[in-house]
């Protein structure tokens, strides 16, 4: 059998059980039967699509995601497909399925899909990025103190591999009065000509500061309008707090390349991510991992001349992956879009001002992120007086109240307002904190 004529094979035989799933015979759950006309217009409603215990007042909500009911519905529809006929689903499915997420997420980012690769993780997306950007010999990588140990581990791993020079630099000298024009000088100052890759994050999960990016991006422009193509700067973001919670057109941006997991804030199925890089940086990325897109495959076993196809195809990892998270990706997508960005953006900006007005009055607590939402964003880290992070966020639980602890090597208590909590739910964890007073 040819490799066209099992292709079809493969798709012809699914089509039965696929089409029948598709048709209702094989029906959902009733729980999903009216997601379609989902009007997600407040926020009591908003809170019910997830199945989140309301025993509890969430404030960890950004760790990992508790899938909304649209990703719940389609994960539940892909996996009875899959269960029912992997090949036949798989086939049926793969290119179509593939393509509606990438069109979801290129449509919520503003930018173009094939600009796009698919991965599992933030983790993943910093991985293959950092170990496969084109560094010439002498090329440096300038990194700050302040990124997630994804990021620091990513670099260190492609330094100890390649001996390329990894430079960490600090980007404030205190966190209670930094500003955006210090965060901004001390990044471009620290910029040589050597330096290739710049790689930050824009919301930092260690204390809540959020980096002016679009300035960092703009200044870096700017500098790179006298180097030469090979030389230019490439600045690298690990946008995992800001997406699903900044109001952004990733086009307007300015960075080259960021990289998400979509399993935070956005609520996206467990086990996905993305990493986004503009039309001029891609050629600099090389993949690590084998893709399975199937154009590449084809052209791999000459069903298909060979053609040049986005870098973003070939930065997508094969093999195969569990597809009913990744497939349910678009319905997380379409859910932030049926609330609205802006409005997303608004209400967990209201609420973490909230939740840092009523701490910075607590005379036990030292607030360490900035009360300015220009230097954060959904995240708020502190320090009660007499405990450990640990402590705290242990006696916060008894009473009913979800926060985290910052696994980095300073460790602060955290938490963070989402759209998963209200005022009530904020007021509720404050009286919770000013309890804490020993
Ligand atoms: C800033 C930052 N980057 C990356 C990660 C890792 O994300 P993921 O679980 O999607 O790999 C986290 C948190 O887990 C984070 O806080």
């Avoid at 859910?335 to 609205?340: C, K, S, T, Y």
């Avoid at 209400?347 to 001002?353: A, C, T």
Wanted: net charge neutral; with cysteine.
């Amino acid at each position: 059998m040819s490799a066209i004529d099992r292709r079809d094979f493969l798709v012809r035989s699914g089509l039965a059980i696929s089409a029948a799933v598709l048709a209702g015979e094989i029906p959902l759950p009733k729980v999903f039967a009216d997601l379609p006309s989902l009007k997600l217009d407040n926020w009591k409603t908003v809170r019910e699509q997830f199945q989140l215990s309301s025993d509890f007042v969430h404030l960890a909500g950004f760790f990992l995601a508790s899938h909304p009911a649209p990703v719940r519905a389609a994960i539940e529809r892909h996996r009875r497909g899959l269960d029912a006929d992997p090949i036949g689903y798989w086939s049926e499915h793969e290119e179509k399925q593939e393509a509606t997420v990438l069109r979801a997420a290129a449509d919520y980012l503003a930018v173009d899909p094939t600009e796009i690769a698919l991965t599992d993780s933030t983790t993943m997306g910093l991985g293959l990025l950092y170990n496969g950007l084109t560094l010439r010999e002498n090329q440096e990588i300038l990194t700050t103190m302040h990124d997630h140990y994804a990021t620091e581990t990513s670099l260190r791993l492609r330094s100890e591999r390649t001996g390329a020079t990894v430079r960490q630099i600090p980007l404030y000298d205190s966190l209670k009065n930094v500003s955006r024009q210090e965060l901004l000088d001390n990044l471009i100052k620290n910029i040589r000509p050597h330096t290739r890759i710049v790689a930050v994050t824009w919301v930092h999960s260690s204390t809540g500061l959020k980096l002016p990016i679009q300035e960092m991006a703009q200044a870096i422009h700017t500098l790179n309008e006298s180097r030469a193509e090979q030389d230019r700067v490439i600045f690298c973001v690990d946008g995992v707090h800001a997406l699903g919670v900044e109001d952004f057109r990733l086009s307007e941006v300015g960075c080259d390349f960021l990289v998400a997991g979509t399993h935070k804030w956005m609520f996206g199925p467990r086990g996905t991510g993305l990493v986004w890089g503009h039309q001029r940086a891609w050629p600099v990325a090389n993949p690590i991992i084998p893709t399975f897109n199937t154009q590449a495959y084809d052209i791999w076993m000459k069903v298909s001349p060979p053609t040049d196809l986005p870098k973003s195809l070939y930065m997508t990892p094969g093999g195969f992956h569990s597809f009913e998270y990744r497939w349910a990706l678009n319905e997380a997508f379409t859910f932030h879009r049926a609330i609205g960005k802006a409005r997303v953006t608004q209400r967990i900006s209201e609420l973490n001002q909230h939740m840092k007005q009523g701490l910075a009055k607590m005379s036990h607590v030292t607030l360490h992120t900035p009360m300015s939402q220009d230097l954060s964003s959904g995240i708020v880290c502190f320090e009660v007086e007499g405990m450990t992070p640990r402590q705290v966020t242990e006696r916060l639980r008894q009473k009913k109240i979800i926060g985290s602890v910052t696994p980095y090597a300073t460790q602060y208590a955290r938490v963070a307002p989402s759209l998963l909590t209200s005022s009530e739910d904020i007021e509720q964890a404050l009286k919770g904190i000013l309890t804490l007073r020993v």
